[in-house]
């Protein structure tokens, strides 16, 4: 029997077939060992020796794997063709080889980049030992990234509280990101005008010209700065005869794009189907490892991390072959088309992803696969089947004409694309992330030297005068974010949707209307590392290392080698900022992030001088909850004033109608007390009174502190709000806003309104109804929720199913609850990512119950000696300690919270 090792159970099933009865084919699900996320798992003194983990589910298959190869004659190593797939090979031999299972079998390698019957058998015919040098390059990456995270980190939680981490990888994503924004916030709009003349042939038909040049001197696009210019230009042409000074056409070639890389994948998945980086490779994933088509697994794709953009020769022949078939020989090209990899390393430039079989047409594969699946194949198919189609013919026409009024003269140009010959252009052409300033309209024939007469647009204009405003740099999106990181040679293949996907859940940025919003939180952190660790966020310094990285690949440096010099200069950086104070990495983000956080309101004002005492300077500040915006006079004896804002000089892009201290709104007509609108650390928030423990109430979400009113404060004050008796056990119903916004309460049981302002007006009805659903959804209020969606059985037997939770979506199985990754869609979830969701989850958690258990076993925790007594007593007092501290810590962040309008 012959043992093959492949990642996913999908992989393994549908390879079993295609082997026959001789072969076994078992799943590592992905990697079977990691680096402890602890101190101490690389260590730089003793030539980067690395700690490897295995958790208890990967120990299971490991376990089933080395029981399964010891009786086997062979082993046959089968991941995935890339510096991941090797990894996992390397750690699957490597813990074999510790179990002594393997004796004098032999070990192969090999790798195949299509799941199809041909491409497998074939791979089998060529195995391979596995690739040290790209082992080697692993390596590297995973002790660069631990050391750097790890290193990184702590200096962020002590230096800038409420941070959570840096990356080697993410934090130069990041920093493009806010390099950007603070572009767009110190740009300097300027004011132009565009003239056009709209012109009538000698046979009457429209021609749109736009002017060039005046009295001798080229125009460029900004040239007409003034009103003035643009009237004077529009007077000059008002008053002119025209004539075509000159026709000039010249044909054109468009060649078609190559096949999809894997960044080129994402780029247009974004643009034409709106997925996210993340999503597209999850779909692609699947459509790679098969799917089902008339009782047969087959895989649709190549592999689909890829930075290569050729293509295996059969498949270039099945192309040519379906473009005469579906469109004609003329859309056939003489010879083959071939693209040249732009990849640093030969070993990873593997073909570009392509479906295997390029005769099944989307329309073949659409009733096999959900809609989303079939529209990236189709993606895909059309990309690839374009690649080798024929070139689309052009011809640019550019028809130059003279203005003349006395003296004066006026140059002015149409231009316009015809298309001779489709070509490829017929199946696909290339999304855009911005607007395409290009005329492709057909111009009218014209003659050199014809006189032209006045024409009108639309609107009955003869010359339109149009005043226009510079723009700043778009924010990216994840589409034109992976193109700039690959440009710049930033990450690999396999870490685009990895690297945006962590910026999300960390909170460092938010993704609004498809652009990458920084969060304050990543321009915090960005500002700081730019401040005292900029050669790391530095966009050379980190292509320079990723090339590296290739070069070990290649066998062209020694990994270790590479890593001693990246550590010497790394930890002397850390080692020099251990004693900068607080107060010094505050003054040097304020001045990075003044625009920011202290935007000009005021032309001639200091932006930075308190607006509540006038005496003090604003200037950032930090607590174990984040940052925010205080005066230099908080907590001064003598001249004390607590005045704080949120990090922004606004939360929500309007003005913050309580950023200049308390407002008065009115007062209360049953307390006669004063109701004011203020700004906490938590955002804007009411208060009835100056009690000790006032009455307060934070602003929900949607409502702006610039619109709110004496009434509206009253109606906050007034929550939670008595609905009435629930018809059924006479039990209050009463309506509120929480943390997790409005609701309904009855009896412990909470259904969420759609709005804030639900909560004032909601009925008996409407609520006994949100509730009774709540009930049903959840089985009743306390017990066992019902699934979302039913995903089959996990391979150690037991349902795995989707939930809905308190907080958020979640995947069950038995007792093991494993919340989805932020963002994602609970109805996509494939039952091999909830396996390995559940097996995560099962590991970190069954870990202590695992030692504890182990104790017990031992006789440990029933031991009565004395020294154990007392370690037990001891631990117990700290564990008090611990308890009472972390009760202490609570309450004064509750007390802290209210007195901010955090309640």
Not at 569 to 577: K, L, N, Q, R, T
Request: net charge neutral; hydrophobic share 35%.
């Amino acid at each position: 029997m012959n043992i093959v090792i492949v990642e996913s159970p999908a992989k393994a099933k549908t390879i079993n077939k295609y082997l026959g009865s001789g072969y076994q084919v078992l799943a590592s699900y992905g990697h079977v060992r990691d680096l402890p996320a602890k101190d101490g798992s690389v260590l730089p003194d003793r030539d980067f020796e690395m700690t490897w983990d295995v958790d208890a589910k990967s120990q299971k298959r490991l376990n089933d794997i080395a029981k399964a190869v010891k009786d086997a004659d062979r082993l046959i190593l089968a991941t995935d063709p890339d510096r991941e797939g090797e990894a996992i090979s390397w750690h699957v031999l490597q813990v074999l080889l510790a179990k002594k299972v393997l004796k004098d079998k032999p070990v192969e390698r090999v790798v195949f980049n299509a799941i199809t019957k041909q491409s497998i058998l074939e791979a089998m015919k060529n195995p391979r030992p596995i690739d040290a040098p790209l082992v080697d390059a692993y390596l590297a990456r995973r002790a660069l990234d631990y050391l750097v995270g790890f290193t990184l980190s702590p200096v962020l939680w002590r230096k800038l509280p409420g941070a959570r981490s840096a990356g080697r990888v993410q934090s130069v994503a990041l920093r493009l990101i806010c390099d950007r924004e603070q572009d767009i916030e110190t740009f300097v709009s300027q004011e132009y005008w565009s003239i056009a003349a709209n012109l009538k042939t000698s046979s009457g038909d429209a021609l749109r010209t736009r002017v060039v040049g005046a009295d001798g001197k080229k125009l460029g696009r900004l040239d007409i700065k003034s009103k003035a210019q643009a009237d004077d230009l529009k007077a000059l042409l008002e008053s002119a005869s025209f004539r075509v000074a000159s026709i000039e056409s010249k044909p054109q070639k468009r060649h078609p794009y190559p096949p999809f890389t894997t960044s080129t994948l994402q780029q247009e998945a974004s643009r034409k189907l709106g997925f996210s980086a993340q999503r597209t490779m999850q779909i692609a994933q699947k459509l790679y490892e098969g799917v089902d088509i008339g009782g047969e697994t087959v895989g649709l794709i190549t592999y689909m991390r890829t930075d290569g953009v050729q293509i295996a020769g059969e498949a270039i022949a099945g192309a040519r072959k379906v473009i005469g078939q579906d469109y004609g020989d003329k859309y056939v090209p003489e010879k083959p088309r071939h693209y040249s990899s732009k990849a640093k390393n030969a070993q990873e430039a593997h073909e570009a992803i392509r479906p295997t079989e390029l005769s099944r047409r989307p329309r073949d594969v659409a009733r096999f696969v959900d809609v989303d699946q079939a529209r990236l194949y189709e993606l895909v198919w059309k990309r690839t089947i374009a690649s080798q189609m024929e070139s689309a013919l052009l011809e640019r026409t550019t028809i130059d004409v003279e203005a003349s009024a006395g003296s004066r003269r006026a140059d002015l140009r149409a231009t316009g694309s015809v298309v001779r010959f489709d070509g490829f252009l017929t199946l696909y052409q290339e999304g855009r992330d911005d607007e395409e300033d290009e005329e492709n309209a057909r111009l009218p024939a014209v003659t050199a030297n014809e006189t032209l007469g006045r024409g009108a647009n639309s609107e009955g204009q003869f010359i339109e005068a149009s005043q226009h405003f510079t723009e700043p740099p778009p924010r990216y999106t994840e589409a034109t974010l992976v193109k700039k990181m690959e440009e710049l040679g930033i990450g690999r293949p396999s870490t685009y949707a990895s690297t945006l996907q962590t910026l999300r859940d960390r909170d460092y940025v938010e993704l609004d209307k498809k652009r990458l919003v920084p969060q304050d939180k990543g321009r915090l952190v960005t500002a700081f590392l730019e401040s005292f660790f900029n050669r790391y966020v530095e966009y050379d310094f980190t292509a320079d290392l990723e090339e590296k990285l290739d070069r070990i690949s290649a066998g062209e440096l020694q990994w270790r080698d590479v890593l001693r010099d990246f550590w010497r200069d790394f930890s002397g950086a850390v080692e020099d900022i251990k004693d900068l104070r607080v107060s010094e990495v505050l003054d040097a983000l304020n001045e990075l992030l003044a625009a920011h956080i202290f935007p000009v309101m005021e032309e001639g004002k200091d932006p930075r001088v308190c607006p509540a005492c006038g005496k003090g300077t604003l200037s950032l500040k930090v607590s174990r909850f984040g940052a925010f915006i205080g005066c230099s006079n908080y907590g001064n004896e003598e001249n004390p004033c607590s005045y704080t804002r949120q990090l922004s000089a606004n939360g929500n892009g309007e003005d913050d109608a309580a950023s200049d201290g308390p407002k008065l709104l009115g007062q209360d007509p049953e307390t006669g007390e004063d109701v004011t609108l203020r700004s906490g650390r938590f955002g804007p928030y009411v208060q009835l009174g100056e009690d000790a423990k006032p009455k307060r109430a934070s602003l929900p979400r949607g409502w702006s502190a610039a619109d709110l009113d004496l009434e509206k404060a009253l109606r906050l004050l007034s929550l939670p709000r008595e609905i009435g008796a629930h018809p059924e056990d006479g039990k209050p119903i009463s309506a509120g806003i929480g943390r997790y916004g409005p609701f309904v309460l009855h009896d412990g049981t909470y259904a969420n309104l759609e709005s804030a302002d639900e909560v004032f007006s909601v009925g008996i009805n409407r609520a006994v109804d949100l509730l009774a659903q709540k009930r049903a959804k959840t089985g009743g209020g306390r017990g066992t929720a019902a699934p979302l969606k039913e995903l089959g059985d996990h391979p150690d037997g037991g349902s795995i199913a989707v939930y809905d939770g308190r907080y958020g979506p979640y995947v069950k199985w038995q007792k093991v609850n494993a919340t989805l990754p932020k963002g994602s869609d609970p109805q996509t979830v494939t039952l091999e990512k909830a396996v390995e969701l559940v097996n995560a989850k099962a590991a970190s958690s069954g870990k202590g119950k695992a030692k504890a258990s182990k104790a017990k076993a031992n006789g440990k925790a029933a031991s009565s000696d004395k020294p154990a007594a007392k370690k037990t007593t001891a631990k117990k007092t700290t564990a008090k300690k611990t308890t009472a501290s972390k009760a202490a810590s609570g309450g004064r962040k509750k007390a802290q919270g209210a007195a901010e309008g955090a309640s």
